[in-house]
């Protein structure tokens, strides 16, 4: 664990905490002290991927399972209406 985790997380904590209460110049006030620990926010960006994908399942094999066809032939025949 980092050195000034604990704090880091604690402040991140109090000035969510201040932003949804608007509290503006205390989250200024947070974000100072972030600095002061070595905190630097990630951009808002997503990731890209850091790896190609890979194919995990064969594509010769079926997946599925095909129960209703094996319950249809197994049901006995309905009866003649006379």
Do not use: W
Not at 5 to 21: C, F, H, K, P, T
Not at 53 to 75: S, V
């Amino acid at each position: 664990m980092a050195k000034h985790a604990n704090m880091i997380a604690a402040l991140l904590r109090e000035r969510d905490g201040y932003e949804r209460q608007g509290k503006k110049d205390r989250v200024r006030q947070v974000d100072e002290q972030l600095e002061h620990y070595g905190y630097s926010p990630e951009p808002d960006e997503p990731k890209g991927r850091t790896a190609s994908p890979q194919q995990t399942a064969d594509q010769g094999t079926p997946t599925a399972k095909k129960t209703a066809a094996k319950k249809a032939a197994a049901a006995p025949p309905a009866p003649a209406a006379e």
